[in-house]
C-alpha cells in the first residue's frame, strides 16, 4: 500500500516537465520526447486520463491511460490502454504504481470503458496479475528481417498517403481490434512527430517508422491493413540507410507473404492483458489482432 503522505492527483500541465523528467530517468532515450508527449496525450481525438503521485511537493510517480475506440465483438466499445507509468528510483516497491493503476481504473469505469487493456513490462506485470487482477491473453510473437545490403529491384507501384480520407473501419473484418477511421490514423500517423511514411496500393495500406531500439537502429510496419503482397517490398525502399532490421506483427493470414520477403519469428513477444470493467474481456489470444502502431511505444 502507498504512504499516507503521498496523494495521487490529475495531471495538470504544470507538472509536464516533471512527468517528462521521471519517464526519462526511466527509459533514457526511449522516453517519450516532449512534442511526442503533446501529441499522444493533448491530440488524441478520443482522450486520456493522466495522474501523478507526490509527497511533499515532489512528483514520485506518473501514469496514464490512452482512450482507443476499439471493436469488440460486434459491438464498438471504449478501451483504455496502460501507458507512459513510471515511479521516481528511491519511490518504487510503496505500491504507487498499483495505486495509480486503480485510480484510472475507477475513472475509466465510470467514462463507460468495457475493458483496460497492457503491453505489460516485465517489472510491472507481477502487478498486473497480482493485486490488480488483471487477465493473461498471451504473448504476441514479433517478426523480424535482417537488413540487406541490397533492396529488390523490382517494386510495385504505389501512392503516398498525405491524409487518410476514407470513411468507416478499413479493418471492420478483423478480430477485437482499434478501430482505424480516418480520425484515428490522421492522429496517430499523419500528424505524429515521429517519422512514418504511408503508402497506399490497391485499396490497402502501409504505414512503416524507424528508430533507434536498443542502441540499433530499426525500421518498422507500424501497420498494414489489406492485403500486404503490393506493400512489403515498396516498404523497403522507403527505409533509411543504417538500419540493421525491419519488424513487425503480421496477422495470421499475412505470414507466408512476410516470409517470402525475408521475416522470420524473433523471439521477442509482446505481453498482452486485460481487465474487464464495463463489458467482457475476451481472453483468446486469437481472437485479438494488434500492430505495432498499436503501442505507445512503436
Known sequence: MTSSAVELAA?????REDYLRLLREAWGD???????????FKDNPVGSLMSVARAHGRILGVAAHSLLRMRLGDTERLAS???HATTAADA????IFEAL???HEAEADARGVAVVLAFASKPTAPIFLGPLGWTEIGRIRVWARPFPRFRPRRVEPTARVERFRHAGDPAEEWPNHVIRDAAY??????????SYVTLAAGGSYVVVGHKQHRGTAVAYIADLVGDPRPLLRPALWNIPRGVRALIAIPAPEHRRAYAAVGFLPSRTTLH????????DLDPGLRDWRFALGDTDFF
Open 11 to 15: 495531471y495538470e500541465p504544470a507538472q
Open 30 to 40: 526511449f522516453a517519450l520526447t516532449a512534442p511526442e508527449f503533446d501529441w499522444w
Open 81 to 83: 490502454f496502460s501507458v
Open 92 to 95: 518504487r516497491r510503496q505500491g
Open 101 to 103: 493503476e486503480r485510480k
Open 185 to 194: 490514423l490522421n492522429w496517430r500517423y499523419i500528424h505524429s512527430p515521429r
Open 272 to 279: 498482452l492483458m486485460g481487465k474487464p470493467l464495463a463489458g
